[in-house]
């Protein structure tokens, strides 16, 4: 699966069969409509933040063939549906949905509307008309997971997760293998906010944490109040969607930042020339997907050495963030050894690795 790149497999693989009106090719001197649904307010950090500056990206790349609409604030209730259905009523012809629970209402709307394309992130659900795309996040968390357990002193780290759905849970998981991987002494504890953006939750979060012992931070929320608050209190922090280093000039080591422009360029260019595929498409360090924060100048050169090194061997395909053997907190072995994990388990996952030393809702 690593070595398919994401352009491939969102142009041809896993395709199903897809109607002809779809697959047409559109009017070229008719400006293509393009639409995006947001879970939160676009802000100037995050994951909204991040997706926006891809469809601003992918506005300039394709200047005068497409036109773009934003709806933003959508929250992952039935009024979702109300928004999708009303935007391909509305005579879009391809709808990003950038959030995970929006993944049942798309499949209900994209029966209703054969000849729209819906791309759905994070999700699992395909259709002839819809695709899902996602980043291989975890491979940025598993580079951030080798600096903190390099750097902490305290042998633990704080992660502020939104839900436990697998997209977070891999985050976690992959970020206690890293730190693992450096230090075996070393531990990740976890508190649930419940909410994709809620800075007062994040606040008491993050403030629990430090209080636990933690002096590595990290979070899977969508405002910069972890960062802000390892600032107030003198740990350090990872970023994580953008480079949060303005709300954090001295606690930040570095980061994970995703980047969607060339990904929703290609597939708006597959689009309008009817060569577009449903399928499942993910994209990490070696796509340009994902990237890397700035490095702060407090991490020694060993460290950006080991991390660097690390980050190469991902790209090549000669390390895997979850390769085995994966052993769970009860001693059992998810991933063999001389095994990679599957994307398919991946999004799927719902325990924690060793090294995590919180227990997730539910288990």
């Known amino acids: 699966m690593s070595n398919i790149t994401w352009v491939q497999k969102t142009l041809g693989s ?3 069969v897809a109607s002809a009106s779809l697959m047409a090719a559109t009017n070229p001197s008719t400006p293509m409509k393009v639409g995006f649904i947001y879970l939160t307010p676009v802000g100037d950090i995050g994951w909204t933040y991040q997706h926006d500056q ?5 506005e300039e790349a394709l200047k005068g063939k497409v036109t773009t609409t934003v709806v933003d604030s959508v929250p992952e209730t039935a009024d979702c549906e109300r928004v999708i259905r009303e935007m391909a009523k509305s005579g879009v012809k391809v709808i990003f949905a950038t959030s995970f629970g929006y993944m049942n209402p798309i499949q209900r709307v994209a029966k209703l509307y054969p000849d729209v394309v819906f791309m759905h992130a994070t999700g699992y659900k ?17 580079l951030d997971g080798i600096m903190a357990g390099k750097m902490t002193r305290t042998n633990v780290a704080g992660y502020v997760g939104a839900f436990p759905i697998p997209e977070v ?23 649930w906010v419940n909410s994709w953006f809620d800075p007062g939750r994040e606040r008491e979060a993050t403030n629990a944490l430090i209080s636990s012992g933690a ?3 990290t979070h899977e929320t969508d405002s910069a109040t972890a960062n802000q608050v390892a600032e107030e209190k003198g740990v350090k922090v990872f970023s994580y969607n953008s480079d949060e280093i303005k709300y954090a000039p001295h606690a930040q080591l570095t980061g994970t930042v995703m980047t969607w422009g060339d990904y929703y360029t290609q597939v708006v260019k597959s689009v309008m020339d009817g060569t577009w595929k449903p399928g499942t498409t993910w994209g990490g360090l070696k796509m340009g997907l994902i990237k890397r924060a700035p490095i702060s100048p407090e991490v020694p050169t060993d460290v950006r050495d080991l ?3 690390a980050s190469s ?7 895997h963030p979850f390769a085995g053997p994966v052993v ?7 991933v063999p050894a001389g095994t990679n994990i599957s994307d398919e388990d991946l999004g799927k996952m719902d325990y924690y690795v060793q090294g995590v030393a919180s227990q997730l809702p539910g288990k």
């Open 14 to 16: 896993l395709a199903l």
């Open 215 to 217: 002096d590595m931070i």
């Open 169 to 191: 849970v891999m985050g976690i998981n992959a970020f206690a293998r890293g730190m693992r991987s450096v230090n075996p002494k070393a531990e990740v504890r976890v508190v």
């Open 313 to 319: 061997q991902i790209i090549a395909g000669k390390l």
């Open 54 to 58: 891809g469809r601003k990206q992918m």
């Open 307 to 309: 991390v660097a090194k």
């Open 126 to 142: 395909t259709a002839p008309n819809v695709g899902v795309y996602d980043g291989r996040f975890y491979e940025g968390r598993y």
């Open 328 to 334: 769970d907190q009860k001693g059992n072995i998810r």
